[in-house]
């Protein structure tokens, strides 16, 4: 796995951290890399410590139907995510509780960290749609499954019977939380949104697709550059336990989850069409947020609107 940021990059980030704050001396570096230890153990102490407490009452309410083990997975994620030093700022509107609507809803958002996970999670009463693989990695598997993570294969062969299952837990009260992307990026642009991932969004649960670009853009209370934007992405074959305490040093971080204006898959003529649509809304509301420039949440196009370029893989 490659180094994330080199050491004169993270003197750099540190020097204008201490700037920010008004500092008047400046750490000698030896000193200053002990405090982001110590603040990073500090952090993985009360996660570990929180994680297996929080995994006995999540465990004890899953075999109750109601609302109870959904909003304590909401509760456990932002948690994690304040525990981890990470705010999260919302833009635009979530849909009301799934109790206060008829139809369920798909979120579909770009992926770029693990960090994407208690951000998320925290901000919605919804289930994770996560590769298979996952189930099977020691201590997030299990984490997953308390969650009542719906896990895809992501093959051709599996499509039917995985828009069933989606279907199924939709039409059973659960919404949803897609990554069609497939897999993580760098986080410096949106990968082109898979259609597959969309099949269940026509059946008989009928749901509606909100779109939220998932940014981070703060980093040390700074606005995040395309060089520190490697601190938080987790992506190719980056090991998890490392990238974790690398996070875990830095303060000052956020992230912001930008909600758009749902979507009707009645309004498309084929879930690659839905599938553009709601990657180009993800995408421009991405690419500003990283640019730091206002946000808003975003319509989609009305299929068959040229200028849209055709990146939705099948």
Same mark, same amino acid.
């Given at each position: 796995?490659?180094?994330?940021?080199?050491?004169?990059?993270?003197?750099?980030?540190?020097?204008? !951290?201490?700037?920010?704050?008004?500092?008047?001396?400046?750490?000698? @570096?030896?000193?200053?890399?002990?405090?982001?230890?110590?603040?990073?153990?500090?952090?993985?102490?009360?996660?570990?410590?929180?994680?297996?407490?929080?995994?006995?009452?999540?465990?004890? #309410?899953?075999?109750?139907?109601?609302?109870?083990?959904?909003?304590?997975?909401?509760?456990?994620?932002?948690?994690?995510?304040? #525990?981890?030093?990470?705010?999260?700022?919302?833009?635009?509107?979530?849909?009301?509780?799934?109790?206060?609507?008829?139809?369920?809803?798909?979120?579909?958002?770009?992926?770029?960290?693990?960090?994407?996970?208690?951000?998320?999670?925290?901000?919605?009463?919804?289930?994770?749609?996560?590769?298979?693989?996952?189930?099977?990695?020691?201590?997030?598997?299990?984490?997953?499954?308390?969650? %009542?993570?719906?896990?895809?294969? %992501?093959?051709?062969?599996?499509?039917?019977?995985?828009?069933?299952?989606?279907?199924?837990?939709?039409?059973?009260?659960?919404?949803?939380?897609?990554?069609?992307?497939?897999?993580?990026?760098?986080?410096?642009?949106?990968?082109?949104?898979?259609?597959?991932?969309?099949?269940?969004?026509?059946?008989?649960?009928?749901?509606?697709?909100? @779109?939220?670009?998932?940014?981070?853009?703060?980093?040390?209370?700074?606005?995040?550059?395309?060089?520190?934007?490697?601190?938080?992405?987790?992506?190719?074959?980056?090991?998890?336990?490392? !990238?974790?305490?690398?996070?875990?040093?830095?303060?000052?971080?956020?992230?912001?989850? #930008?909600? !758009?204006?749902?979507?009707?898959?009645?309004?498309?003529?084929? %879930?690659?069409?839905?599938?553009?649509?709601?990657?180009?809304?993800?995408?421009?509301?991405?690419?500003?947020?990283?640019?730091?420039?206002?946000?808003?949440?975003?319509?989609?196009?009305?299929?068959?609107?040229?200028?849209?370029?055709?990146?939705?893989?099948?």
């Amino acid at each position: 796995m490659s180094t994330l940021l080199n050491p004169m990059r993270r003197a750099s980030l540190d020097q204008k !951290h201490l700037r920010g704050l008004g500092a008047t001396t400046e750490l000698p @570096p030896r000193q200053r890399d002990s405090w982001r230890h110590v603040r990073a153990a500090r952090r993985v102490v009360w996660v570990l410590a929180f994680t297996p407490i929080a995994s006995v009452i999540q465990g004890a #309410l899953l075999p109750f139907a109601g609302r109870g083990r959904v909003e304590f997975a909401v509760f456990y994620w932002a948690v994690v995510a304040r #525990l981890l030093g990470l705010q999260v700022r919302v833009i635009g509107s979530k849909l009301p509780p799934r109790r206060q609507r008829v139809r369920p809803v798909i979120y579909v958002c770009n992926h770029s960290s693990w960090l994407d996970i208690p951000a998320i999670g925290g901000q919605l009463r919804a289930c994770f749609v996560s590769k298979d693989d996952v189930a099977s990695w020691p201590i997030v598997g299990t984490i997953a499954r308390l969650g %009542r993570t719906v896990f895809v294969s %992501r093959s051709r062969q599996g499509i039917s019977r995985e828009r069933d299952q989606m279907q199924g837990r939709l039409a059973t009260g659960d919404d949803l939380i897609l990554f069609p992307e497939g897999t993580s990026s760098d986080g410096s642009r949106v990968l082109p949104f898979h259609s597959s991932f969309f099949a269940a969004a026509y059946g008989d649960a009928a749901p509606l697709i909100q @779109p939220v670009s998932v940014v981070y853009d703060r980093l040390a209370g700074l606005p995040v550059c395309r060089s520190s934007r490697a601190v938080f992405a987790w992506y190719g074959d980056m090991s998890l336990a490392p !990238h974790f305490w690398r996070v875990a040093q830095w303060r000052g971080k956020r992230v912001t989850l #930008l909600f !758009h204006v749902p979507l009707d898959p009645a309004d498309f003529p084929s %879930r690659k069409a839905l599938s553009q649509a709601a990657w180009q809304v993800v995408a421009d509301g991405a690419a500003a947020l990283r640019q730091n420039r206002p946000a808003a949440p975003l319509p989609a196009a009305a299929p068959g609107v040229a200028g849209a370029p055709a990146l939705g893989a099948a």
